[in-house]
């Protein structure tokens, strides 16, 4: 939407109190893009406890179209990649990537394309796209 902001950001200190980022120390800052038609977000989150991956959970399941179980599947298989490793998701248009934290908390980045795990770009144009956002994340 031309009326919404082109990055937002948000963090436990300063989030509304039904955020799940409340009262914890952390940050996620969201960055919309438009690629063609589509709409994309790159979410990035940070935690000084825990795993940023599920914490984006509510997003990965509404931006997927996922059921409970294969959100899941998901978010566990994310958690667990290894720093750089990319997870897609089975409608193709969900990208995680968890990024080197420097062994202090935990950082991840999710991009979305177009919504309800439907978009117009290809797999394989998704996960490039997630690949050289969480290249450029030092």
């Known amino acids: 939407e031309a009326d919404e902001p082109a990055a937002t950001a948000e963090g436990g200190r300063t989030t509304d109190a039904q955020s799940p980022w409340a009262g914890k120390p952390g940050a996620l800052i969201t960055c919309s893009y438009h690629l063609g038609g589509e709409d994309l977000k790159v979410r990035t989150g940070a935690v000084s406890e825990g795993n940023a991956v599920y914490l984006q959970a509510p997003v990965i399941q509404a931006a997927g179209g996922m059921d409970f179980s294969t959100l899941k599947a998901y ?49 394989g144009q998704v996960l490039a796209l997630a690949r050289a956002f969480a290249s450029q994340a030092k």
């Open 75 to 123: 978010t566990v298989k994310g958690a667990e990649a290894k720093a750089g490793e990319a997870v897609q998701s089975g409608g193709g248009n969900v990208v995680t990537v968890r990024l080197d934290s420097g062994g202090k908390g935990d950082l991840a980045l999710v991009l979305t394309a177009g919504d309800a795990g439907k978009t117009s770009l290809e797999r």
